[in-house]
Nanobody, 120 residues
Framework: QVQVVESGGGLVQPGGSLRLSCAVS????????MGWYRQAPGKERELVAE???????QYADSVKGRFTISRDNAKSMAYLQMNSQKPEDTAVYYC??????????????WGKGTLVTVSS
């Protein structure tokens, strides 16, 4: 069993900051990448940011310069620092982990999500 748990969501005013955390636990052979996705009401889930085991990152255009993804490989954790938040950042944020559960079994696991609301 692999568990992915997000934390850190909440209510923040426009222009404010929040930091999300993602913890991965369980029987894991290797982690290739960890990413944050979000889904706003009435919209499809979209990639926000992703970081690979080598440290390469990619961001959605809408968050570039405002959000920063990082990971702690030793702790199997990923973080999303969100600054200068806008009302359109309001969404449920999901952590995604890709890798291998065993040497021959791939892994693509999701957390249950954490709600971020940007409102005055």
């Amino acid at each position: 069993q692999v568990q992915v748990v997000e934390s850190g969501g909440g209510l923040v005013q426009p222009g404010g900051s929040l930091r999300l955390s993602c913890a991965v636990s369980g029987s894991i052979f290797s982690i290739n990448s960890m990413g944050w996705y979000r889904q706003a009401p009435g919209k499809e889930r979209e990639l926000v940011a992703e970081v690979t085991i080598s440290g390469s990152t990619q961001y959605a255009d809408s968050v570039k310069g405002r959000f920063t993804i990082s990971r702690d490989n030793a702790k199997s954790m990923a973080y999303l620092q969100m600054n200068s938040q806008k009302p359109e950042d309001t969404a449920v944020y999901y952590c995604n982990v890709k890798g291998r559960r065993t040497s021959y079994m791939s892994m693509n696991n999701w957390g249950k999500g954490t709600l971020v609301t940007v409102s005055s």
